[in-house]
T-cell receptor
Framework: GEDVEQSLFLSVREGDSSVINCTYT??????LYWYKQEPGAGLQLLTY?????DMKQDQRLTVLLNKKDKHLSLRIADTQTGDSAIYFC???????????FGKGTMLLVSP | EADIYQTPRYLVIGTGKKITLECSQT?????MYWYQQDPGMELHLIHY???????EKGDLSSESTVSRIRTEHFPLTLESARPSHTSQYLC?????????????FGEGSWLTVV
């Protein structure tokens, strides 16, 4: 069965890099996603990566995918206080109509 | 940018009342979803739809019901609200494209049952 695991909490100082990690179990994942949720809001799609890619960079965001270890990470460079939010990892599995979400990582950025 | 709208955003109702949470999307997406989100953050899929006249139950059993009479509209109804229904409800939609089954979310409806 599918399962997506994330650490629950990460605290960094403003200006540092943040790395949020995620592991998944289903090797038939086709796409992997990172969503951001700010307080009182819905989930906002940040970025996604196709499973045949190793890395994707989008401005301050870098996604790394290690398919052998089924490990996905999101690196945020020069983290700002506005990056404080909950970050969800999700996988799309071939043949399934829905995404499987992790439980979310709360990122706290202190000045 | 996703165009998916939920109303009401915040609602406090009494036990036993009937409530319908509205969700509309203007993107022409076939698939729509309802998630319930715990205070502890975890998302639970409670209903989804492949298209008009299609409704399916999700991973978490729910006492709510849904309907899909129009592509753009996917309302969720609680016939008799209870305090255990207090939660945030997130509506979402998707269409299979180059980015896989990317799901776009609304802003959420916060329901408190007293």
């Amino acid at each position: 069965g599918e399962d997506v695991e994330q650490s629950l909490f990460l605290s960094v100082r403003e200006g540092d890099s943040s790395v949020i990690n995620c592991t998944y179990t289903d090797s038939s994942s086709t796409y992997l996603y990172w969503y951001k949720q700010e307080p009182g809001a819905g989930l906002q799609l940040l970025t996604y990566i196709f499973s045949n890619m190793d890395m994707k960079q989008d401005q301050r965001l870098t996604v790394l995918l290690n398919k052998k270890d089924k490990h996905l990470s999101l690196r945020i460079a020069d983290t700002q206080t506005g990056d404080s939010a909950i970050y969800f990892c999700a996988e799309s599995i071939r043949g399934y109509s829905t995404l499987t979400f992790g439980k979310g990582t709360m990122l706290l950025v202190s000045p | 940018e996703a165009d998916i709208y939920q109303t009401p955003r915040y609602l406090v109702i009494g036990t036993g009342k009937k409530i319908t949470l509205e969700c509309s999307q203007t993107m022409g997406h076939d698939k729509m979803y309802w998630y319930q989100q715990d205070p502890g953050m975890e998302l639970h899929l409670i209903h989804y739809s492949y298209g008009v006249n299609s409704t399916e139950k999700g991973d978490l059993s729910s006492e709510s019901t849904v309907s899909r009479i129009r592509t753009e509209h996917f309302p969720l109804t609680l016939e008799s609200a209870r305090p255990s229904h207090t939660s945030q409800y997130l509506c979402a939609s998707s269409a299979h494209r180059d980015s896989g089954n990317t799901i776009y979310f609304g802003e959420g409806s916060w329901l408190t049952v007293v």
